[in-house]
């Protein structure tokens, strides 16, 4: 069992930059493939980044890419968003994700997804 604990959401003008955490409860960390996740109101939820068990291999969505950083520290148990030049549309609840059966690091589905975090607010004001 897995526990993901999601931090450093708020409130941020366009243009600034916030940065996310997701502390991972358990021994087997750097088992996962781990990934950030997003929802905004009234839309689905959406994949936003991907990073290997290693961290050295990571994927991003064209609408972040350039602007966001994922990464991971496997002896803290905890992977990172660093999201800069916030915008407008990036305003939504981020969910970390793990999944342990991942064989490449491409764009995840929400179907394979092993646990979640319970998600942190990130709003960005015009």
């Known amino acids: 069992q897995v526990q993901l604990v999601e931090s450093g959401g708020g409130l941020v003008q366009a243009g600034g930059s916030l940065r996310l955490s997701c502390a991972a409860s358990g021994r087997t960390f750097n088992n996962y493939v781990m990934g950030w996740f997003r929802q905004a109101p009234g839309k689905e939820r959406e994949w936003v980044v991907t990073i290997s068990r290693s961290g050295t291999r990571t994927y991003y969505a064209d609408s972040v890419k350039g602007r966001f950083t994922i990464s991971r520290d496997n002896a803290k148990n905890t992977v990172y968003l660093q999201m800069n030049t916030l915008k407008p549309e990036d305003t939504a609840i981020y969910y970390c994700?793990?999944?342990?059966?991942?064989?490449?690091?491409?764009?995840?589905?929400?179907?394979?997804?092993?646990?979640w975090g319970q998600g942190t607010q990130v709003t960005v004001s015009p």
């Open positions: 994700a793990a999944d342990r059966t991942a064989q490449t690091v491409t764009i995840m589905r929400i179907s394979t997804i092993d646990y």
